[in-house]
């Protein structure tokens, strides 16, 4: 039997926004366990219009790629901010701190991480983005 998994990330992966203090303005879906990934990760974001995550983020090893699937979104890339569209798609180095801001219509983001550190090595920056 070949080995697998399938899932659909809105309605299998259970959101994680509320148990952070961040819905309704986003749904966050972890999908690395659910998908019993053992190199990697990735995640689902569903963003209300013009929502900012509060914190920015980096890590010791895991590098990211971020792919806006609708919408548009900002990233705060260090000091640089990054406008994509829909289909533009983001690498981020591990250690390069990095944060997210739906645009005026809202987002879905993918994030695609790797090797999966189980998140261990993520380092949450508080005050990221600017007044």
Do not use: C
Request: negative net charge; hydrophobic residues 35%.
């Amino acid at each position: 039997m070949t080995d697998f998994t399938h899932l659909n990330l809105e309605s299998d992966v259970e959101d994680l926004a509320p148990k952070h203090g961040l819905a309704p303005n986003i749904e966050s879906r972890f999908a690395r366990n659910p998908l019993g990934l053992e190199r990697s990760g990735l995640s689902y974001y569903k963003m209300a219009p013009d929502f900012r995550l509060p914190f920015g983020h980096r890590h010791s090893e895991q590098e990211e790629v971020y792919v806006v699937l609708s919408g548009s979104a900002r990233f705060r890339v260090e000091d640089e901010i990054v406008e994509m569209k829909a289909l533009d798609a983001l690498r981020v180095p591990g250690s390069v701190t990095r944060g997210m801001e739906a645009g005026p219509e809202g987002a879905r983001i993918l994030a695609f991480g790797a090797p999966n550190t189980e998140n261990k090595d993520a380092e949450m920056v508080s005050d990221f983005w600017p007044d």
